[in-house]
């Protein structure tokens, strides 16, 4: 929970997949073979491919398919394969890709695919709408995202690319090493909630609802919440503030320990317990790296 290269790299991916919906309705296809026959209504082209250039004319994007079927309303496009170029090189695969002549939204089905090559972030899923007037990019279908920090996964996802959030609407799992891979003192968190899980990339910001369970591997301590909010250093991506509010209650062991709420300070590992009882000590002293320590002596009721 030290890190938040998941929630930042899925914002990301998302970012990318808005070029590839918008390129499609301002470039023309390249012929790349001949055109099948086709009627006044329609025509198919084999070896469908977009290219996108730079004002300096260096190439940023392309998206290629082994068919293209357009009509007047819409075009249908067979094997997506798209690579976005630039500081972050990203690749989109789809089975399937339909584009919406008259109002340019997008539609994705079926092992729908986008990688970020650089961070080596992969999010995966079985279908992908954007609607173009909302700037809204959707789906109802499983979603995961793996990370070489961890893994997230849900039920339908919403984000809006240009404000740079994002939501995973239920059914929320997040799989997270606090530190790098390799790192003998890494420790790997697991959160659960029913959701919505919400993220911000510009505030450095997530937040899990409802039934929220957080354990620590190694420990098995856990700490059970209504709302767990988590702010993250833009610097060092590790946790900055987390606050859990409803309902708090951390096992330790055999110790229960309950609150109404509780902040934690990632920078001086303070663990504040506010309400029935209120507890604050200095974490740190345990076997674990999380959020989860035990009592020291110098505890405060």
Same mark, same amino acid.
């Given at each position: 929970? $030290?890190?938040?290269?998941?929630?930042? &790299?899925?914002?990301?991916?998302?970012?990318?997949?808005?070029?590839?919906?918008?390129?499609?309705?301002?470039?023309?296809?390249?012929?790349?073979? +001949?055109?099948?026959?086709? &009627?006044? #209504?329609?025509?198919?082209?084999?070896?469908?491919?977009?290219?996108?250039? &730079?004002?300096?004319?260096?190439?940023?994007?392309? *998206?290629?398919?082994? $068919?293209?079927?357009?009509?007047? @309303?819409? =075009?249908?496009?067979?094997?997506?394969?798209?690579?976005?170029?630039?500081?972050?090189?990203?690749?989109?695969?789809?089975?399937?890709?339909?584009? !919406?002549?008259?109002?340019?939204? *997008?539609?994705?089905?079926?092992?729908?695919?986008? #990688?970020?090559?650089?961070?080596?972030?992969?999010?995966?899923? !079985?279908?992908?709408?954007? =609607?173009?007037? /909302?700037?809204?990019?959707?789906?109802?279908? %499983?979603?995961? =995202?793996?990370? %070489?920090?961890?893994?997230? #996964?849900?039920?339908?996802?919403?984000?809006?690319?240009?404000?740079? /959030?994002?939501?995973?609407?239920?059914?929320?799992?997040?799989?997270?090493?606090?530190?790098?891979?390799?790192?003998? !003192?890494?420790?790997?968190? @697991?959160?659960? &909630?029913?959701?919505?899980?919400?993220?911000?990339?510009?505030?450095?910001?997530?937040?899990?609802?409802?039934?929220?369970?957080?354990? +620590?591997?190694?420990?098995?301590?856990?700490?059970?919440?209504?709302?767990?909010?988590?702010?993250?250093?833009?610097?060092?991506?590790?946790?900055?503030?987390?606050?859990?509010?409803?309902?708090?209650?951390?096992?330790?062991? %055999?110790?229960?320990?309950?609150?109404?709420?509780?902040?934690?300070?990632?920078? @001086?590992?303070?663990?504040?317990?506010?309400?029935? %009882?209120?507890? =604050?000590?200095?974490?740190?002293?345990?076997?674990?790296?999380?959020?989860?320590?035990?009592?020291?002596?110098?505890? $405060?009721?």
């Amino acid at each position: 929970m $030290k890190n938040n290269g998941l929630t930042s &790299s899925m914002v990301t991916i998302v970012l990318c997949l808005a070029f590839f919906i918008m390129c499609p309705m301002m470039c023309q296809a390249d012929q790349t073979t +001949e055109s099948a026959p086709s &009627s006044p #209504t329609s025509q198919q082209l084999q070896g469908f491919n977009l290219n996108g250039y &730079s004002n300096t004319g260096e190439k940023t994007w392309d *998206v290629n398919g082994t $068919k293209a079927d357009i009509s007047d @309303t819409d =075009i249908q496009i067979t094997n997506v394969d798209a690579n976005f170029y630039g500081k972050e090189q990203t690749n989109l695969t789809a089975d399937h890709g339909t584009i !919406d002549k008259t109002n340019g939204n *997008v539609n994705l089905k079926k092992n729908v695919v986008i #990688t970020s090559q650089d961070r080596g972030t992969q999010m995966t899923t !079985d279908t992908l709408d954007w =609607i173009r007037n /909302k700037d809204l990019v959707t789906t109802q279908d %499983p979603v995961k =995202i793996v990370d %070489p920090q961890g893994v997230v #996964t849900g039920q339908g996802m919403s984000a809006h690319p240009n404000l740079k /959030k994002a939501k995973i609407n239920k059914h929320v799992k997040a799989v997270v090493s606090t530190q790098p891979q390799g790192d003998p !003192d890494s420790q790997v968190i @697991t959160i659960t &909630s029913d959701g919505p899980m919400q993220m911000d990339q510009v505030k450095m910001y997530a937040v899990f609802n409802i039934h929220v369970i957080a354990v +620590e591997a190694s420990t098995g301590r856990e700490l059970h919440t209504d709302k767990m909010e988590i702010w993250f250093n833009q610097a060092t991506k590790k946790i900055k503030k987390a606050i859990c509010t409803g309902h708090v209650k951390a096992i330790q062991g %055999p110790d229960v320990s309950y609150a109404d709420k509780m902040i934690y300070e990632g920078e @001086t590992q303070l663990l504040t317990m506010i309400g029935r %009882p209120k507890i =604050i000590f200095v974490t740190g002293g345990g076997k674990g790296k999380g959020l989860f320590q035990p009592l020291g002596e110098g505890a $405060k009721k």
